[in-house]
C-alpha cells in the first residue's frame, strides 16, 4: 500500500451565520474534517472577541498557505453572495476574483448544506459536492476528503498500456489476434467479475478459430521447420 507523505492540508470554512441549527451543522462539518487529520480554519475556532471579522475572512481567502477553500452553500449564503450583502458577500468578491484568477481554480469547492440550494452565480456550473443528502452523506463526504488531499478514487492508470497485436502486427503477418479477448478475460479472472465464464469462453473460442493460421502448408522442409518455430513462438503465451 502506497504511504501518503504529503503536509497536512489546510482548509478554509467559508459559510453564511443562517440559523443555529445551520451552523451547528457546519461545526459538526468542521469536526468531522479535523477527524481526518484536515488543519481546518472555522471561525468559532480561530476568531476571537476583538479581532475584526470581515478582515479574518479576507486574510483567510488571500492566505497562501490554505490549500482548500470549501464554501458551505445554503439558500441565504447563496442569495448574500449573490446580492454581495454582509460578510458573505465580501468573502464572495474575493472567492469570485479568486475563481477567476488563480491557476488552480480548483482549490475552491461548493459544498451543499440544504436540500435544493443552489451554489452562487460566479460559481457557474463547476462540479459541486452534496452533503444535504444524509443516506449519501458518507459517499459524498469522502469525495470531500478525495478532494482536499488530491487523493481521487478514479485516477489516470500509472502503469504504461500496450497495443494489440492487430494495430502493431502487419495485416499481412501471421498472428494470432486475442489480445482484446484475452484481455478482458484476465481483467475478469483477477477482479472476480460475474461474467468470467463468459468472457473465457469468448477469448477461448477466438482462440479457436485463430488457431487455422498455425496450420502448415509449406513442402520446404527448412521453410516447414521455420514456420514451425514461428508458430510455436505465437502459441506459447496462450499456454503458460
Known sequence: MTEIHDQKPKVFISYSWTTPEHEKWVDELAHSLHDADIHVIFDKWDLRPGQDSIAFMESMVLDPSITKIIMVIDQKYTERANNRSGGVGTESTILSQELYSRKEAKDIVAVIAEPGAKPPVFYSSRIYIDLSDSDNFPNQFEQLVRWIYGRFEYERPK??????????????????????????????????????????????????GELDKLIITENDEALASKAILKNFNLVQPHIR
Open 159 to 208: 502503469r504504461a498500456g500496450q497495443r494489440p497485436s492487430y494495430i502493431t502486427e502487419d495485416a499481412n503477418d501471421t498472428s494470432l489476434r486475442t489480445n482484446t479477448e484475452y484481455r478482458f478475460a484476465l481483467d475478469a479472472i483477477e477482479k472476480g467479475k460475474s461474467n468470467i465464464s463468459g468472457l473465457i469462453n469468448t477469448y477461448l473460442y477466438k482462440l479457436l
